[in-house]
C-alpha cells in the first residue's frame, strides 16, 4: 500500500476532488494549509503599502492505496491540479511513501488491500 | 408648515438608519459568498456608500427632486445642494429642513444599484463596476425616481410606492435579473459554489438590515407620529411572516430548517412590503408576508435551479419579484383610512388602483432591465465587465485588490 500526499492550489482542490471520485477514490483526507516553493510570492497591499506573502493557500490530499492504483491515481491528480497544459511553477508537488498498515477505526481490524485513507 | 423637532429628530434618525443599511448589504452579501471574494463585496458596498453619495450631493439631488422638466426629470436648480435650504421644508416633506429631506433621500439613492451587487457577485471587474453604479444611477435611478416620487409623470398617473417597492426593489431586482443574464455563470456555478462561508456574518448583515428597515419604510412617512408607528409595526410583521415561511419552506424541501433561509426570507419580506407599508394594516401586512415569502422561495427554484440563472444571490427573486408584488398589493389592500394622503384598493372599493400600479411596475422593470442590459454592454464594449478566468480562480480579493480577507 502507498501513502500519496499531493500538495495543490487551493482554487483546485474542487476539480481534484472530482477526478479522484471519478477514478474510484472516495476515501480522502483533505486539509487546507499554506506553503511556498519556487513560485513568487503573492503581493498585496495593506493601507497602500505594498507587503510580500510568501505564504500561499494550498490544499492537501491524503489518500492510501493499493500499489496498483498508483499509477492513475498520479495521473489524475497532476492533469487535474496543474495550470492549463504546460503547468506553472506553484502547481504543487506529490510525495509517495509506503504504508505499513492501515486500521479502520471503528471496526478495529486490519484493512489489507481494501483500502482508501 | 413649521419645522418640527420631533419629526426632525425621527428623520435624523431614520437617516442613519438607512445608511446602516448599506455596510449590512456588504456584510450580508460578503456571508454569503466564498470567502476568496468576501472582501470583493465589503469594498463594492463600501466604496460605492462613498462614490454615490458624492454623486448624489452633486448632480442626483437636483435631477431627482428639483421642479420636473415635463415630467421627465428634475431640473439643475439644486446641483452641489445649491440653494437647499437649511431652515425651510422642501413641499416634500414640510415639517422637516430641506437639507433633512435631502440627506435622507441620499442613502436611497445610493443602495440602489449596490443592491445588483448581489447578482454579479464573484466575477466583476472592480473599475467596470465603478462605471456600473455611477452610470445606473443617472441613467436608471435618477429618472425613475423623479418619475415616482419627484413630481414626475408616474406620480402624476397616480402610482404610488411609499418606501421603494419600483424605484429600488423592482429596480434593482430587474436589473440584477439583467446582469446575471449577460454576465453569465460563475466557474463552476453548482451546488458546491452555493455554500455560505460565513453565516453568522451574513445573519449579521440581516439583522442590521432589518433594523435598518425601519428607518427606510417608517422614515418614508417624513414625520413622526402615527403613521410612522404602523409603518414601522407593519413593516416588521411583514418580514416575520415572510421568514417564517421560508423556515418551513426549507424544512420541508432539505429535511431540516435552514438558517439562510430564515435571514433571507425575513428579507425578501422587508423588501415586498416596502412599496405598501404606508397604506396597509397589519393584518393585511401578515398575509403580504406570507404571499411573498410563498412567492419568492419559489422563484428562486425556478431561476437558479430550472433555467441555471446565475444570479449569485438571487436578488432578482429577494427585492425584484417581492418588489412588484407590494407595488401591486397597494392596488389591493391599500386604505386611505391608514393613510389619508395613499389610495384605497381593490378590497377596499377602489379597483382602479391596481391598473395604474401594474403600469408603475410595467415601467419600473422595463427601464431597469433594459437600462441594465444597454449599460453593461456598453461596459463590456470598452474595458470589460467581466474578470480573467484565473482571476475569478484565485478570488476577486486578491485579483481585484490585492488582500485578503482571513490571514493568520
Redesign the interface.
Known amino acids: 500500500m502507498r501513502k500519496i500526499e499531493a500538495i495543490v492550489r487551493s482554487e483546485q482542490m474542487a476539480v481534484v476532488k472530482e477526478h479522484l471520485r471519478e477514478i474510484g477514490i472516495d476515501g480522502m483526507t483533505i486539509s487546507t494549509v499554506s506553503g511556498w516553493s519556487k513560485q513568487r510570492e503573492l503581493h498585496l497591499q495593506w493601507r497602500g503599502q505594498p507587503i510580500a506573502f510568501d505564504l500561499l493557500p494550498r490544499a492537501k490530499f491524503e489518500i492510501v492505496i493499493p500499489d496498483s492504483q498508483l499509477e492513475s491515481v498520479i495521473r489524475a491528480i497532476t492533469r487535474s491540479a496543474r495550470t492549463g497544459d504546460k503547468g506553472e511553477h506553484g502547481d504543487g508537488i506529490i510525495f509517495i511513501s509506503t504504508v505499513d498498515q492501515v486500521i479502520n477505526i471503528a471496526v478495529a481490524s486490519d484493512y489489507g488491500d481494501k483500502i482508501s485513507s | 408648515m413649521p419645522i418640527s423637532a420631533g419629526d426632525s429628530s425621527w428623520m435624523l434618525v431614520s437617516t442613519g438608519l438607512v445608511m446602516l443599511m448599506i455596510p449590512a448589504l456588504g456584510f450580508f452579501e460578503a456571508g454569503l459568498i466564498r470567502s476568496?471574494n468576501s472582501v470583493s463585496v465589503i469594498m463594492q458596498t463600501f466604496s460605492g456608500l462613498a462614490i454615490l453619495s458624492i454623486l448624489w450631493i452633486v448632480i442626483g439631488f437636483t435631477l431627482v427632486f428639483a421642479p420636473s422638466h415635463g415630467g421627465i426629470i428634475g431640473g439643475l436648480d439644486w446641483m452641489i445642494f445649491n440653494n437647499v435650504p437649511l431652515d425651510k421644508p422642501l413641499n416634500y416633506a414640510p415639517t422637516i429642513p430641506g437639507v433633512s429631506f435631502a440627506t435622507y433621500q441620499m442613502m436611497f439613492a445610493v443602495i440602489t444599484p449596490l443592491l445588483i451587487t448581489g447578482a454579479f457577485a464573484e466575477r466583476m471587474k472592480f473599475s467596470s463596476f465603478i462605471l456600473f453604479i455611477i452610470l445606473w444611477s443617472i441613467l436608471i435611478y435618477y429618472p425613475l425616481a423623479h418619475w415616482v416620487w419627484g413630481k414626475g409623470w408616474l406620480a402624476n398617473l397616480g402610482v404610488f410606492d411609499f418606501a421603494g417597492g419600483l424605484v429600488v426593489h423592482t429596480s434593482a431586482g430587474m436589473g440584477s435579473l439583467a446582469a446575471a443574464l449577460i454576465f453569465g455563470h460563475r466557474k463552476?456555478f453548482g451546488p458546491?459554489i452555493t455554500t455560505p462561508h460565513n453565516i453568522p456574518l451574513a445573519a449579521m448583515g440581516a439583522s442590521l438590515l432589518w433594523f435598518g428597515w425601519f428607518g427606510f419604510n417608517a422614515g418614508s412617512a417624513l414625520a413622526s407620529g402615527s403613521l410612522a408607528a404602523n409603518t414601522l409595526l407593519v413593516t416588521h410583521g411583514a418580514s416575520a411572516a415572510s421568514s417564517v415561511v421560508w423556515i418551513l419552506l426549507s424544512w420541508k424541501r432539505s429535511g431540516k430548517p435552514s438558517a439562510i433561509a430564515a435571514i433571507n426570507g425575513a428579507i425578501a419580506g422587508l423588501a415586498g412590503v416596502t412599496p405598501a407599508s404606508g397604506f396597509i394594516s397589519i393584518q393585511n401586512s401578515l398575509i403580504l408576508g406570507t404571499v411573498i415569502g410563498l412567492i419568492s422561495y419559489y422563484t428562486i427554484i425556478l431561476l437558479k435551479e430550472r433555467l441555471r440563472i446565475d444570479d449569485a444571490l438571487d436578488v432578482s427573486s429577494v427585492h425584484g419579484v417581492t418588489g412588484i408584488i407590494g407595488s401591486l398589493a397597494i392596488g389591493f389592500i391599500a386604505s386611505a383610512l391608514i393613510n389619508p394622503a395613499g389610495p384605497n384598493g381593490l378590497v377596499y372599493g377602489n379597483p382602479e388602483q391596481l391598473g395604474i400600479q401594474a403600469i408603475g411596475v410595467a415601467v419600473s422593470a422595463a427601464l431597469a432591465f433594459g437600462g441594465t442590459v444597454f449599460i453593461i454592454k456598453i461596459i463590456d464594449a470598452t474595458i470589460g465587465i467581466r474578470v480573467k478566468e484565473?482571476e475569478e480562480?484565485?478570488?476577486l480579493d486578491?485579483s481585484q485588490?490585492?488582500?485578503?480577507a482571513y490571514v493568520?
Request: glycine share 8%; hydrophobic share 25%.
Open positions: 476568496k463552476s458546491t484565473n480562480d484565485i478570488g486578491i485588490h490585492a488582500e485578503r493568520e
